[in-house]
């Protein structure tokens, strides 16, 4: 085998490629159809290339830049004078362990559903770049969350393709005698076994636990097949394999974690065995509960007390009786740490509860999330005042890197060093900034557009395609030609995200007359772009997509609004980097920070939102748009109207006006100027190189309280 290709197949082996604009591109290269056909996936690419085309492809045009790529990769590897050596040298000997049920690192890695999985991905890749000592655990799902497919009547069904370790840079972890390293851990009455799986994201490893093995009875096999899949049973069986595996894992790696994150309620199971570890070593119950909790931070997410997860007292005594037994744990004292009320164990078991409990700081994801937990905890501390509930704030960030995309990248780069300038500090963005023409930031503006349009025309062809081949309906002409009717000199508001039904997708459709005369004002015309996936229990999130395909087909919004099915990180990338305006429009303050919107500032994308999560913090004004000003409504259907009547309201006079007021050169002067501010303002802050340093300072350095 040549150098070059060695050279290349080690690169497919780490994930560091997916936010290095080159290391994609020379995927790309070396066989662009294939690398479409294979979403992307450069392990699948290398597999299926013929070797003739491999060879050639390396031993001429790429051999150039396959050299300068893996020198930068090395040189990655290999930098010692990281900001944690520098800021950080205490957390260098021991690792942070940082839990999550879910990893969004590159589309073609299938273990995350949405947000959080997203947020989990980039918390990682910037503990890499920031020279953390970082290890991620998580499970290995073998059909990780569902595709989506739309039937002739928008109806959201679920399929789920199988993905296979040999299709995936992941490797068998072995133990010292080179065999493979198995957990064992009690479930209910049964010893469940678990294969453990590396995969390597820069500089740091995320483990993956697998119990998709022979040596597993069926029901055990299945923990691993779906991210959020199966009923309750399921849901605690995964939470078990993700905390007490996990916990076992690093002990079998002989790994000493210095501090363990819980991201979301998910692992704290964790603490459990934990408190077995500490109580081995002879420690009393209450002595132990003390060193736990001195171990553990945990990052809460959900501002809805239903949105946490809660086991009932008979499944805890059915799925843990023989666990505590073997570890000397009293079930009563183990349902006092997930008790809402500790003086009632008679009800449910919320792990929030544990984990808060267990954990020597918590927060919340924006500063409003901060204040909505403090309130929604605070009977768990014995007080009425909120301020004396210890939960702070850290707000979510994106992976700046990984979420430019190569043109956006470029075009910056001719006017910095490198995309950090944009996000290093405000007064480095406003230096790059001011080097930047607003007739170059519009070029650049108008060719992200244009790509979008041909990606779009592309997709929807090949959805209704696919739609069409499982039902006889013969797709109405003007349906097909639509998709050529989107234009690049229009208006583009995209809306993509999960569809929880509080994120409100169809608001924009509350009065169709009023949506009509916008979408079809014949000078200052609107284009939408919709894409989600609803949870596969989720009905009234179902219906929410049927509503918005039944309205895209109306005669007056065909080819103007679009459903673009399988949301998932690439179609992400393609929409947040094309789209003028990011809507957001959820019921205040359910969306704990939202992340999306964050994403499409380095693209010059500006955003529409009500004042929730991370945009109450970052509008200042001048930096895209409020909806409302943060109204709150205990009845549904009026917070409703209210917060369509203010979104139609600041599209028709803020939004749109601005966007269409040209100079004699057809240049959206104040439009620019909102695009500058944005990136100046919010590219700098919501970032998650920002976000890991401050729980770095605040919450993995034992020194620094909340
Ligand atoms: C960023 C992202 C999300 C999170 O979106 P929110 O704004 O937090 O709702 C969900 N899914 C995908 C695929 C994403 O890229």
Redesign the pocket.
């Known amino acids: 085998m040549s150098k070059n290709i060695s050279a290349v197949k080690k690169l497919s082996r780490n994930l560091w490629w997916s936010w290095d604009t080159e290391a994609k591109e020379l995927f790309k290269n070396l066989s662009p159809l294939l690398w479409e056909k294979v979403n992307h996936n450069p392990v699948e690419l290398l597999r299926h290339i013929s070797a003739e085309e491999l060879e050639a492809r390396c031993s001429c045009e790429l051999g150039i830049t396959i050299d300068q790529v893996s020198r930068r990769f090395e040189d990655y590897l290999a930098d010692k004078n990281t900001w944690a050596a520098n800021h950080a040298p205490q957390l260098l000997s021991r690792p942070v362990a940082y839990f999550s049920a879910e990893f969004?690192i590159h589309e073609s890695v299938r273990i995350y559903s949405?947000?959080l999985g997203?947020l989990s991905g980039d918390h990682i890749k910037s503990a890499s770049d920031l020279g953390l000592n970082f290890i991620g655990v998580t499970l290995f799902y073998k059909e990780g969350y569902f595709r989506q497919y739309l039937n002739q009547d928008g109806w959201q069904n679920e399929d789920y393709p199988l993905q296979y370790p040999e299709s995936l840079p992941v490797e068998k972890v072995t133990d010292e005698d080179g065999k493979d390293l198995i957990i064992e851990l009690t479930i209910a009455q049964s010893t469940v076994y678990a294969q453990a799986w590396s995969l390597k994201v820069g500089r740091a490893t995320l483990y993956l636990l697998d119990t998709n093995i022979p040596a597993n009875e069926a029901h055990y096999r299945e923990i691993c097949s779906r991210v959020y899949g199966g009923d309750q049973n399921m849901r605690i069986n995964q939470e078990i394999l993700l905390g007490i595996g996990g916990v076992k894992l690093l002990k079998a790696l002989k790994l000493d974690p210095a501090v363990y994150h819980m991201n979301e309620g998910h692992s704290a199971f964790l603490t459990l065995e934990l408190l077995a570890e500490q109580l081995g070593k002879g420690l009393s119950y209450q002595e132990a509960k003390a060193k736990v909790k001195e171990q553990c931070v945990f990052t809460t997410h959900t501002p809805v007390p239903a949105g946490h997860d809660r086991f009932s007292r008979d499944m805890m005594s059915y799925t843990f009786s023989k666990y505590l037994g073997q570890i000397g744990i009293d079930f009563e004292d183990m349902m006092k740490l997930g008790a809402e009320n500790p003086a009632d164990t008679s009800g449910l078991f919320t792990m929030t509860v544990l984990a808060l409990q267990l954990s020597r700081c918590a927060n919340g994801v924006s500063k409003l999330h901060g204040e909505v937990s403090r309130e929604m905890w605070k009977h768990l501390y014995g007080t009425d005042d909120p301020n004396q509930v210890p939960i702070g704030h850290i707000t979510n960030g994106?992976h700046t890197r990984s979420w430019s995309s190569g043109f956006t990248d470029r075009f910056w780069k001719n006017h910095a060093e490198s995309i950090e300038e944009l996000f290093s500090s405000r007064e480095s963005a406003e230096t790059v900034l001011a080097r930047v023409s607003d007739s170059e930031l519009w070029c650049m503006r108008y060719r992200l557009k244009r790509n979008l349009m041909d990606y779009i025309s592309r997709y929807l062809s090949n959805q209704l395609y696919h739609q069409h081949q499982y039902t006889p309906y013969k797709p109405a002409d003007s349906s097909r030609s639509a998709k050529s009717i989107l234009s690049p000199d229009v208006l583009t508001i995209g809306f993509?995200?999960?569809f929880a039904t509080y994120?409100r997708a169809p608001l924009i459709f509350q009065d169709l007359e009023r949506l009509n005369a916008i979408v079809n004002n014949a000078n200052m015309p609107v284009q939408i772009i919709f894409a989600g996936k609803a949870h596969p229990h989720d009905d009234a999130g179902k219906e929410y997509i049927r509503q918005i395909v039944e309205h895209s087909r109306r005669p007056q919004f065909l080819g103007k609004v679009i459903f673009l099915e399988n949301?998932?990180?690439g179609?992400?990338k393609r929409l947040i980097s094309g789209v003028d305006v990011w809507l957001?429009n959820p019921v205040r303050p359910m969306?704990a920070?939202?992340?999306?919107?964050q994403?499409t500032v380095l693209h010059g994308g500006l955003n529409l939102s009500i004042m929730d999560g991370w945009w109450c913090e970052a509008y200042n004004g001048t930096n895209g748009w409020s909806i409302g000003s943060g109204e709150e409504n205990d009845n549904y259907d009026e917070q409703y109207r209210i917060d369509a009547a203010h979104l139609y309201e600041v599209l028709e006079h803020q939004v749109i006006p601005t966007f269409y007021e040209r100079n004699e050169h057809n240049i959206p002067v104040r439009w620019l100027k909102n695009v500058r501010n944005a990136i100046a303002s919010i590219a700098p802050v919501y970032n998650t190189d920002r976000m890991v340093k401050e729980y770095t300072m605040r919450y993995y350095l034992n020194d620094q309280r909340p």
């Open positions: 969004g949405g947000g997203i994106v993509a995200r999960r994120k949301y998932n990180i179609v992400a957001n969306e920070s939202g992340t999306s919107g994403k």
